[in-house]
T-cell receptor, first 116, second 115 residues
Framework: DAGVIQSPRHEVTEMGQEVTLRCKPISGHNSLFWYRQTMMRGLELLIYFNNNVPIDDSGMPEDRFSAKMPNASFSTLKIQPSEPRDSAVYFC??????????????FGDGTRLSIL | AQKITQTQPGMFVQEKEAVTLDCTYDTSDQSYGLFWYKQPSSGEMIFLIYQGSYDEQNATEGRYSLNFQKARKSANLVISASQLGDSAMYFCAMRERNTGNQFYFGTGTSLTVIP
């Protein structure tokens, strides 16, 4: 079975540029999560969707960040304009069956983002 | 209040020895699940083991077992016969029935296995 697929795996860009990270969740999963991981702040939840609807975006750092989930099989996280402090590993994860507590989150391999 | 607390930023264990990684949780929900993930230096997050709040027996998966003490709200991960490949970051997480699909992660414990 295909896992969570993220692209690109690595992104290096200059400050001020727009960055778009992509995620394809596991087929049949109805919840999708975006996380950011840094040495300083650890693993932070940015936003999560249930059935393509954003449920909690309180972790989104500021207006430069936006996330969309136009359909059940695709989500994007966009940073515009990017800043060096956005450098981190960004993970996408998905899970299924709201209310079924035994379902783990499945993570993609992450996007390592470097803003110069 | 923190939903998941991991108080050990770093741990060391001798190869072939057992090690316990601590995790305490905070919830008022009667139905919840507890998870452990491993993150090796390569970066991926690997699901290891699950324990349900109503499970009477401790979960086991190979060399991994979960020491679940419900009254103390602790869900410690025990790794037996440590191997060099066990060196990684380990995260404890919780999912509550009442909060749907929300997951809560701890800050992680870095485990180093010494040859």
């Amino acid at each position: 079975d295909a896992g969570v697929i993220q692209s690109p795996r690595h992104e290096v860009t200059e400050m001020g540029q727009e960055v778009t990270l992509r995620c394809k969740p596991i087929s049949g999963h109805n919840s999708l999560f975006w996380y950011r991981q840094t040495m300083m702040r650890g693993l932070e939840l940015l936003i999560y969707f249930n059935n393509n609807v954003p449920i909690d975006d309180s972790g989104m750092p500021e207006d430069r960040f936006s996330a969309k989930m136009p359909n059940a099989s695709f989500s994007t996280l966009k940073i515009q304009p990017s800043e060096p402090r956005d450098s981190a590993v960004y993970f996408c994860a998905s899970t299924s069956k709201q209310g079924f507590i035994d379902q783990p989150q499945h993570f993609g391999d992450g996007t390592r983002l470097s803003i110069l | 209040a923190q939903k998941i607390t991991q108080t050990q930023p770093g741990m060391f264990v001798q190869e072939k020895e057992a090690v316990t990684l601590d995790c305490t949780y905070d919830t008022s929900d009667q139905s919840y699940g507890l998870f452990w993930y491993k993150q090796p230096s390569s970066g991926e997050m690997i699901f290891l083991i699950y324990q349900g709040s109503y499970d009477e027996q401790n979960a086991t998966e190979g060399r991994y077992s979960l020491n679940f003490q419900k009254a103390r709200k602790s869900a410690n991960l025990v790794i037996s016969a440590s191997q060099l490949g066990d060196s990684a970051m380990y995260f404890c997480a919780m999912r509550e029935r009442n909060t749907g699909n929300q997951f809560y992660f701890g800050t992680g414990t870095s485990l180093t296995v010494i040859p």
